[in-house]
């Protein structure tokens, strides 16, 4: 099993630009989670997907958008990228009912 | 001002001294986890906590809730150098179904030099 695979690793956009990171689990989990993390601040909830089908802000959604394909999939979306949203994002799923959440290997994005 | 506050935010020692890391917070908690973070990688769990005063141990890993489950603490025997990382305290968003969703404090980061 991969686990949480996230795609890119890294990238580097232009102001104005967009783009949408990529994430995937093959654990059959339930819910999905973005999170971004910057330095001093530990990781804040984005958006999340408590089951196939839904989707709902979490604590710092302005400027982003997500999609939940499938049970396996869940994107998030810039449409127009700025330099605050330069940060590292982390994809996580977890099990419906249990506790633990597995984070996948990050997204380095850096907005010029 | 951070639900979770966590203290100190940066921790440089030699290898086999010993550690404590703290997670504070006015609120009190259902449960209490704490993920390690190396670098280039995602967090993962360590442990969870779910009973005020409760000690769980994870080898050279002491992990405390306080009584009152406002806060908790870390407590890391002999380190070594491949304990160096970002360590982080997390509790469930608030309401009362909160699916899953964390709160992270601002972690510290642990270097422990050979």
């Known amino acids: 099993n991969a686990g949480v695979t996230q795609t890119p690793k890294f990238q580097v956009l232009k102001t104005g630009q967009s783009m949408t990171l990529q994430c995937a689990q093959d654990m059959n989990h339930n819910s999905m989670y973005w999170y971004r993390q910057d330095p001093g601040m530990g990781l804040r909830l984005i958006y999340y997907?408590?089951?196939?089908?839904?989707?709902d802000k979490g604590e710092v959604p302005n400027g982003y958008n997500v999609s939940r394909l499938n049970k396996r999939e869940f994107s998030l979306r810039l449409e127009s990228a700025a330099p605050s949203q330069t940060s590292v994002y982390f994809c996580?799923?977890?099990?419906?009912?249990?506790?633990?959440?597995?984070f996948g290997p990050g997204t380095r994005l850096l907005v010029l | 001002t951070q639900l979770l506050e966590q203290s100190p935010q940066f921790l440089s020692i030699q290898e086999g001294e010993n550690l404590t890391v703290y997670c504070n917070s006015s609120s009190v908690f259902s449960s209490l986890q704490w993920y390690r973070q190396e670098p280039g990688e995602g967090p993962v769990l360590l442990v969870t906590?779910?009973?005020?005063?409760e000690v769980k141990k994870l080898k050279r890993l002491t992990f405390q809730f306080g009584d009152a489950r406002k806060d908790s603490s870390l407590h890391i025997t002999a380190a070594q150098p491949g304990d160096t990382g970002l360590y982080l305290c997390?509790?469930?968003?608030?309401?009362?179904?909160?699916?899953?969703?964390?709160?992270f404090g601002q972690g510290t980061i642990l270097t422990v030099h050979p």
């Open positions: 997907s408590a089951s196939e089908g839904t989707t």
């Open positions: 996580a799923s977890r099990f419906g009912g249990l506790e633990t959440q597995y």
């Open positions: 906590v779910v009973t005020g005063g």
């Open positions: 997390a509790v469930r968003g608030g309401g009362g179904t909160s699916y899953g969703k964390l709160t």
